[in-house]
């Protein structure tokens, strides 16, 4: 039997913290070529500077050349 793997996307929820970025970077590192990723983040708007994080996060996945799609909350 012969398995033919098709693509998959995954959508990564990537807050920003230690946790999220260094599980991106680990992803990235194994890719497998057929793995699409789109990394997204939620902006609660809870802290003052939270815009920041969704920056940081925007800049790491241009830096996979991954799309980001970004939501924000009241």
Same mark, same amino acid.
């Given at each position: ?9 995954? $959508?990564?929820?990537? #807050? *920003?913290?230690?946790?999220?970025? @260094? ?8 890719? /497998? ?12 708007? $809870?802290?003052?500077? #939270? *815009?920041?994080?969704?920056?940081? @996060? ?8 991954? /799309? ?7």
């Amino acid at each position: 039997m012969t398995y033919t793997m098709t693509r998959q996307t995954f $959508i990564l929820a990537i #807050s *920003g913290g230690v946790d999220s970025v @260094v599980l991106l970077h680990r992803l990235m590192a194994n890719k /497998p070529m057929k793995i699409y990723y789109i990394v997204a983040h939620f902006d609660h708007g $809870i802290r003052s500077d #939270s *815009g920041a994080d969704a920056r940081f @996060v925007e800049k790491l996945a241009a830096t996979y050349e991954l /799309p980001f799609v970004v939501g924000k909350g009241d």
